[in-house]
Every structure is written in structure tokens, then in C-alpha cells.
Nanobody, 120 residues
Framework: VQLQASGGGLVQAGDSLRLSCAAS????????MGWFRQAPGKERDFVAA????????YYTDSVRGRFTISRDGAKNTVFLQMNSLNPEDTAVYYC??????????????WGQGTLVTVSS
């Protein structure tokens, strides 16, 4: 599986941004998909994940209610809609995929990162 993330950028606090991750391969519908982020000087942390068929979503507490993860099987793409962004959301965001039904802390596949910078 190859993952190509896009959509990062520089925004102001309170703004919205949508990240996209296009996946290659015909097994997209059998993979859990997710997003992780890594802020400067910190470890890579889980942000959100979605089950293979899209019926179940998971969020870290700090983004629940502001971020929404979704997937489009026809386009082999997963999205992360980020609303009410704040400077603490500044990080490199990584798309991830894993054949297990629940996203593990160390997924099998990673995309390249996309930088999100939120100014105050």
C-alpha cells in the first residue's frame, strides 16, 4: 500500500483545513485508515482512525468534536476535516494504513507527512 497525503498549509487559529490521503492498491476497503501527527520535538501521536468499512471512528481526546475522519472507497481516499484549529494542532500529519480492523499504535504503512501550521 502506498499513501499520498496532501492538504496541509498555514492557517490562522479558528480556521479549518481538510487533509486528504490517496491510497494505492485494490485492498483499500479492507484496511483501517488513520492519521497521526508529530509536533516539533515530540513523538508521533495518534489523531484519528476509521474502520475498513467506515462504520467506526476513533479520535484522540484533544481533537474529538473538532476533527472528522471519513473515507471514500470509490476514490481510495481518506480525509481529515479539521475545524476550530488552534496553535497546539501545529504538526506534521501522517496518513497511515493497516490491515487490522482496529488501527494499532504502529501501523504497517505510512504516507509522507503534510505540514499543518496554525498561527495565533
Amino acid at each position: 500500500v502506498q499513501l499520498q497525503a496532501s492538504g496541509g498549509g498555514l492557517v490562522q487559529a479558528g480556521d479549518s483545513l481538510r487533509l486528504s490521503c490517496a491510497a494505492s492498491g485494490r485492498a483499500f476497503g479492507t484496511y483501517s485508515m488513520g492519521w497521526f501527527r508529530q509536533a516539533p520535538g515530540k513523538e508521533r501521536d495518534f489523531v484519528a482512525a476509521i474502520s475498513p468499512r467506515g462504520g467506526v471512528t476513533y479520535y484522540t481526546d484533544s481533537v474529538r468534536g473538532r476533527f472528522t475522519i471519513s473515507r471514500d472507497g470509490a476514490k481510495n481516499t481518506v480525509f481529515l476535516q479539521m475545524n476550530s484549529l488552534n496553535p497546539e494542532d501545529t504538526a506534521v500529519y501522517y496518513c497511515a494504513a493497516d490491515p487490522r480492523s482496529v488501527m494499532p499504535t504502529r501501523p504497517n504503512y505510512w504516507g509522507q507527512g503534510t505540514l499543518v501550521t496554525v498561527s495565533s
